[in-house]
């Protein structure tokens, strides 16, 4: 059945009556608080069904009924984590040298994911840890006058954060815009005169080290886009329109996009846009590691918002560098384009491994009512131009999996990119348990949020300045301190690292 | 007109016609959310209304419409803050030895309340400190094995807190239950294997050193007793039943007795009562100096239900030491007990200071509003021997006074003690501004609560500990650190203060 369509807008598309009733029940089962009137409105607003998603993903529900896939694992969580307490939290790392075009994604992770190879799994840690650094390193202080800048220089930032262990240094720190009015993307300083009204710190470029680059088999630039641990606020603001790339029939989410793309010559910090400064950067790199002989490989990462950057990312460096290898690690990240972005990403080799979790949310927006019928509407007629539709592989995890975990439908903590590391830690296939030998630190999983079990007695949210970084003066007042001068955020080109 | 009145429980009193009708309706205008029905049922449950005025202490209303019974100060509360960034908090003590009696409040402090004297006033925040250091220094983490205890062994609590300035020591903890279930009262711990299940640490005794009675004029025997912050917790549990004391008509509400007076061999912390440790200790600490032929008095002081518990310590200790000075320094504090216990408070000379905020609720509990009415029902029938009243001399502030504070209906902050300490400090008369020399940290207002205006930039609820207290292992492993021996409480009776 041909439909009259909206390349741009699919919001108002009538559902068909061809449309799976079953489907529509099935969301209708999930979201037992909201009724969706099946007979009286054959269009729904995407607006309103946003919204209640978004008022989901910020309610905390009563836990559904076990449907066990998975065996749970009886071992007692706190006498496993007591055992750990006096091991080191990380494995010896390996030599992938021989196999680390697989491991990166040069066959699609066949033969890899399910069970998950060690190395990979350390690799898919090393990397969600850069993008957790990107939430850990962010000033989210709105009384701050830097609020939406990185805490620390560059040259200090995984020293600060206990990363230096991964062995890569970072080059340059992106920033990011967005011309379209998305109020809540926007971390904003309350002060009047600060440092950037319209730009926030959004990642990062960093390059491995020497001894790394001989373990990994290759010179990798790792790119770590920032996301956001709230979806529900960016979700609402993202018109859930897709625009077109500029090449072919490739179409991806506006909202997205614009954050990628968007500059100002009246701005400090985006002039260029992040998309620029990023692809400059990569340009730098490759260009003098070329020169030296060496492979070069290029990884993005990103969680959530920051997934979805990173997709774009790597598709317009596999314009730009056809023969690099680029792959995509991403975190709890949305759908972000049409079939025939997807196609285009497939065709010119970019690989994409997607982490989720099965009861996570984002990984199913945007349209996750409109795209799961509209899919099995697709297989009916072929491709559908609008249609948001995932990229690459997938690494499917499950809260349930993990012994450590609450239970329940705790949406943020579900969404955190501690969690999916943890998972990760924990996975060794799709039908087994939580391995008895993971060894990453379990009380990370509450930094932010409260999915640990009680009995770890973990507090929830633990991950806090003393005195909210107050500190007390000669006379015993308490005050902000003042950002040291080396952290101070400047648009002025940072001279690069000296290679 | 005679009502049939039974003496225990006043909740089922049905209103009279003669109620004035201008106070029921008064109450219904402040609650406007809430419509109370005049007409229809001539008994109210107090329950209910207890309910939603529990529910309204734990929501954040719009603001109300400014009366401006006081003018505004002007001055730019950012400067102001700013000016005094470099000043010691507090002025040079002054000597009050030869007032000291008045100051304590021995001619009903006439004439030092409004305007305030400031040697009063220096009095008032120092026991406010006392009462505040009950809070700051209580475990409240349910996780922790100690919950409900005090973090700090008595010799180090005033020097952890910053309270050595006072020039007390603490002679003695002490620890209370209640037998009846008051389950929102008692902090628990989540472990099963605890210090208690059933008592909390309630407060201590102190004593001023030689330095400090100099300056006072007199050994002063110093109690504070532990409040809550969340009043509508308790409130709701408290039955508002009122209780005979056990001498002539004097009854007071059951739950603060209960706390005041329960004991129970089974117990570690209560085969004696609250009651009792206190009365042991102000007994030995008066026959030490009294031999050594000093004048001695007794303060004690609270906040909320601590306010409560001191009025109940000192009818007691009006009791057993009848030429003993007794003065009580209590910061929104709820009715205690009626007509009776406030006239036989009255008659054994005990002195009472209730420092209020006019917006804050809870010394208007209990009987909110069956107090108001039968208030004036009393005033035309005489003596009820079952209606809550309010003892001694009021300090009344007013949130609107300081430039500091937000404004609107933040019933958590208004009623917090630092919110009170900061009015005091600003404190000239009931028709003056906030004094410009005010030097107490302005900034401490927002220790646990969002009372400061933004523009000065102090984080709401700052008071916390660095990563909640967790700590990094030698293995990088987040973990909850043991507490220092000399800090584990212990049912053993410490030797007493060497005196």
């Given at each position: 059945m041909a439909a009259t369509v909206n390349p741009v807008n699919h919001r108002h598309q009538p559902l068909s009556a061809a449309v799976n009733h079953r489907n529509r029940r099935r969301v209708t089962a999930s979201f037992n608080e909201f009724t969706i009137n099946d007979g009286d409105k054959r269009s729904i607003k995407s607006t309103r069904l946003a919204k209640l998603i978004s008022n989901l993903l910020n309610l905390y529900i009563e836990k559904p009924s076990l449907k066990s896939l998975l065996q749970r694992n009886d071992c007692n969580a706190v006498a496993q984590a007591e055992a750990k307490l006096d091991l080191p939290t990380i494995s010896p790392k390996g030599d992938i040298s021989n196999m680390w075009r697989e491991i990166h994604g040069g066959s699609d992770w066949e033969n890899l994911l399910?069970?998950?190879?060690p190395d990979l799994r350390r690799e898919v840690i090393k990397y969600g840890e850069f993008a957790q650094a990107t939430y850990d390193a962010f000033d989210f202080d709105s009384f701050s006058e830097y609020c939406g800048s990185c805490l620390f220089n560059r040259r200090k930032l995984f020293g600060k954060l206990g990363l230096t262990k991964h062995g890569y240094d970072v080059s340059k720190y992106i920033y990011a815009m967005s011309q379209y009015e998305i109020p809540r993307w926007l971390e904003k300083s309350y002060v009047a005169d600060t440092w950037s009204k319209d730009s926030n710190w959004m990642g990062y470029v960093a390059v491995s080290d020497d001894v790394e680059s001989k373990r990994i088999g290759r010179r990798d630039i790792a790119v770590a886009w920032r996301g956001t641990v709230l979806p529900s606020e960016w979700y609402e603001d993202m018109q859930r329109d897709l625009e077109p790339l500029g090449y072919g029939e490739a179409m991806v989410e506006r909202g997205f996009l614009s954050i990628y793309k968007s500059k100002r010559m009246t701005t400090r910090y985006n002039k260029t846009s992040a998309s620029d400064q990023v692809m400059e950067e990569v340009k730098r790199l490759l260009k003098f590691y070329k020169e030296k002989g060496e492979q070069v490989s290029l990884t993005i990462t990103g969680h959530s918002l920051g997934g979805a950057l990173a997709l774009l990312n790597a598709y317009e460096a596999s314009l730009m560098f056809p023969t690099l290898p680029i792959s995509v690690i991403s975190f709890g990240a949305p759908r972000v384009g049409n079939i025939a972005f997807r196609d285009e990403l497939h065709h010119k080799g970019v690989k994409a491994l997607r982490v989720t979790i099965?009861?996570?949310?984002?990984?199913?927006?945007?349209?996750i009512v409109f795209n799961e019928t509209l899919q099995k509407f697709d297989d009916l007629t072929g491709t559908l131009e609008w249609v948001y539709h995932h990229v690459g592989a997938e690494l499917k995890l499950d809260v349930?999996?993990?012994?450590f975990l609450k239970r329940g439908s705790n949406f943020i903590g579900i969404h955190h990119p501690e969690t999916y590391l943890h998972l990760v830690d924990g996975y060794v296939s799709s039908n087994s348990t939580f391995r008895s030998d993971a060894k990453r630190d379990v009380a990370l999983v509450n930094k932010y949020c409260d999915m640990l079990v009680n009995e770890l007695r973990i507090p929830p949210?633990?991950?806090?300045l003393s005195n909210k970084g107050l500190v007390s003066n000669e006379f015993g007042r308490w005050v902000r301190p003042k950002r040291e001068l080396e952290d101070i955020p400047s648009p002025i080109e940072e001279e690069n690292l000296d290679l």
């Open positions: 399910d069970p998950l190879h099965k009861q996570d949310l984002v990984p199913r927006m945007p349209g349930r999996a993990s012994p949210c633990w991950y806090q």
